[in-house]
């Protein structure tokens, strides 16, 4: 069933951006202005992204074989599909309001009055197909059902959801973060560009932890993590507050001093060596609570994180990081303290970008975020693992972690209590219960 999955992940998605929309028609209410570009973004995802993906394959897949299989089926998924087929004439209806709205005429209130009927329609959707469509799937939907299901969600050869549509919907959704105000988003006056990048095959061991150990004091805080990452994976790691997930990171950027166990690092035993060495040798962290340093220059503070890099290819990796977020150009003689914390997220992760990492070691990058830039952060995080990126992600959303992860790894009280796939934890019943709510 991991159709159901993709596609629940996708409802929750688009509901994000709904609620965004909402919460942009506020604003304008309140007398912000109509800012066509981002408004035009979120058009161009709703309809590259839902009307001509999501839809098509819940109708030619899902929706097909579950009129086969139940006589019930079809009081509900009539509804649904004529929705689906009304869903463009409805944004066409949008998009021509914002023309209207731009050119001066048609009122502001006009538009905004469109934009919520249109989001309470979607949402009300995506409620139907949840609590109507996707448990009936799981009730009358048989195992051969389910092959062909997966199979076509899953073909990363298919024009509509394989990797290259993937990453085209990346960077469609980049683009409404970027664009989107500073309330809800991160407030540019241009796009940016995602370096594209098809999803990368894990190969050799980079890092391999044994018998980790590391104290506050008289407290033990690891208590003997065994671990193993290779290169090209992303790895999650969760577990509740005060399960070692900070200090682990901490102690693998040698931050936080280990008091027993061995880190090889790419072949090397590095777990005697400094901070910056480590870094050196291409451990790149961002912290929790981001950690800028508030009164230097967004530019300095990208610069920074180049210090151990020659200094012949800083102004070109500093160009990639302002091209992959614009506003820290824009923005990039301020100091770091006055960004949204948005922004400062994505400058603590530009910043250890900078460090041109080999291992890129992220600390709940999503944590206190609108709901449009914790859906932004794994958008990236996506994009750099398709990039080939080596990536330890510690998240509180461990739903969202262990759903892009290759593998991931529980943490309790300082020990590794389970350990597996994304999608074998997301299954497991312990790990629902304790951590996803479910």
């Given at each position: 069933?991991?159709?159901?999955?993709?596609?629940?992940?996708?409802?929750?998605?688009?509901?994000?951006?709904?609620?965004?929309?909402?919460?942009?028609?506020?604003?304008?209410?309140?007398?912000?202005?109509?800012?066509?570009?981002?408004?035009?973004?979120?058009?161009?995802?709703?309809?590259?992204?839902?009307?001509?993906?999501?839809?098509?394959?819940?109708?030619?897949?899902?929706?097909?074989?579950?009129?086969?299989?139940?006589?019930?089926?079809?009081?509900?998924?009539?509804?649904?599909?004529?929705?689906?087929?009304?869903?463009?004439?409805?944004?066409?209806?949008?998009?021509?309001?914002?023309?209207?709205?731009?050119?001066?005429?048609?009122?502001?209130?006009?538009?905004?009055?469109?934009?919520?009927?249109?989001?309470?329609?979607?949402?009300?959707?995506?409620?139907?197909?949840?609590?109507?469509?996707?448990?009936?799937?799981?009730?009358?939907?048989?195992?051969?059902?389910?092959?062909?299901?997966?199979?076509?969600?899953?073909?990363?050869?298919?024009?509509?959801?394989?990797?290259?549509?993937?990453?085209?919907?990346?960077?469609?959704?980049?683009?409404?973060?970027?664009?989107?105000?500073?309330?809800?988003?991160?407030?540019?006056?241009?796009?940016?560009?995602?370096?594209?990048?098809?999803?990368?095959?894990?190969?050799?061991?980079?890092?391999?932890?044994?018998?980790?150990?590391?104290c506050y004091g008289r407290i033990k805080a690891l208590k003997g993590i065994d671990m193993e990452v290779r290169k090209g994976e992303l790895v999650a790691l969760v577990g509740a507050n005060g399960a070692g997930k900070t200090t682990f990171l901490r102690a693998?950027?040698?931050?936080?001093?280990?008091?027993?166990?061995?880190?090889?690092?790419?072949?090397?035993?590095?777990?005697?060596?400094?901070?910056?060495?480590?870094?050196?040798?291409?451990?790149?962290?961002?912290?929790?609570?981001?950690?800028?340093?508030?009164?230097?220059?967004?530019?300095?503070?990208?610069?920074?994180?180049?210090?151990?890099?020659?200094?012949?290819?800083?102004?070109?990796?500093?160009?990639?990081?302002?091209?992959?977020?614009?506003?820290?150009?824009?923005?990039?003689?301020?100091?770091?303290?006055?960004?949204?914390?948005?922004?400062?997220?994505?400058?603590?992760?530009?910043?250890?970008?900078?460090?041109?990492?080999?291992?890129?070691?992220?600390?709940?990058?999503?944590?206190?975020?609108?709901?449009?830039?914790?859906?932004?952060?794994?958008?990236?995080?996506?994009?750099?693992?398709?990039?080939?990126?080596?990536?330890?992600?510690?998240?509180?959303?461990?739903?969202?972690?262990?759903?892009?992860?290759?593998?991931?790894?529980?943490?309790?009280?300082?020990?590794?209590?389970?350990?597996?796939?994304?999608?074998?934890?997301?299954?497991?019943?312990?790990?629902?219960?304790?951590?996803?709510?479910?």
């Amino acid at each position: 069933m991991e159709a159901l999955r993709i596609i629940t992940e996708e409802h929750q998605n688009l509901w994000r951006v709904a609620t965004t929309l909402d919460l942009v028609a506020d604003e304008i209410d309140a007398g912000s202005k109509v800012e066509a570009a981002f408004f035009s973004s979120v058009f161009d995802y709703i309809e590259q992204f839902m009307d001509l993906a999501h839809h098509a394959k819940e109708d030619e897949f899902l929706f097909r074989l579950l009129r086969q299989r139940s006589t019930a089926a079809a009081a509900i998924l009539d509804r649904l599909q004529a929705e689906h087929v009304n869903g463009p004439e409805l944004l066409r209806d949008l998009r021509a309001r914002l023309g209207a709205t731009a050119g001066g005429g048609d009122s502001n209130a006009a538009f905004t009055t469109a934009l919520r009927h249109y989001t309470q329609g979607l949402k009300g959707h995506i409620r139907s197909e949840e609590k109507d469509a996707i448990p009936l799937a799981r009730e009358v939907l048989t195992a051969a059902d389910w092959v062909e299901i997966d199979r076509a969600f899953l073909d990363n050869e298919d024009p509509l959801f394989g990797g290259k549509a993937r990453a085209e919907f990346r960077q469609l959704f980049h683009r409404i973060a970027s664009l989107a105000p500073e309330s809800v988003g991160l407030g540019a006056h241009s796009a940016g560009e995602l370096q594209p990048g098809l999803l990368s095959v894990a190969g050799d061991t980079l890092l391999a932890v044994n018998g980790l150990e590391s104290c506050y004091g008289r407290i033990k805080a690891l208590k003997g993590i065994d671990m193993e990452v290779r290169k090209g994976e992303l790895v999650a790691l969760v577990g509740a507050n005060g399960a070692g997930k900070t200090t682990f990171l901490r102690a693998l950027s040698g931050v936080q001093a280990a008091s027993a166990g061995r880190i090889i690092f790419d072949g090397e035993d590095i777990s005697r060596l400094r901070a910056d060495l480590r870094m050196r040798r291409g451990i790149c962290h961002s912290p929790e609570g981001r950690q800028v340093f508030g009164p230097l220059s967004i530019e300095d503070n990208l610069r920074l994180g180049a210090y151990t890099q020659p200094k012949a290819q800083v102004e070109g990796d500093l160009e990639r990081i302002f091209s992959m977020f614009p506003v820290l150009k824009e923005k990039r003689a301020l100091p770091a303290g006055t960004l949204s914390g948005g922004q400062q997220q994505m400058l603590a992760i530009g910043r250890a970008l900078m460090g041109r990492p080999k291992m890129l070691l992220l600390d709940e990058p999503s944590m206190g975020l609108a709901p449009l830039l914790v859906e932004e952060v794994f958008n990236v995080v996506k994009a750099l693992k398709a990039q080939g990126m080596t990536i330890i992600l510690a998240e509180q959303n461990a739903f969202a972690a262990l759903a892009i992860a290759d593998r991931g790894y529980v943490l309790e009280t300082g020990q590794v209590t389970l350990s597996g796939s994304g999608q074998d934890l997301i299954s497991n019943e312990q790990v629902r219960a304790a951590y996803l709510g479910m």
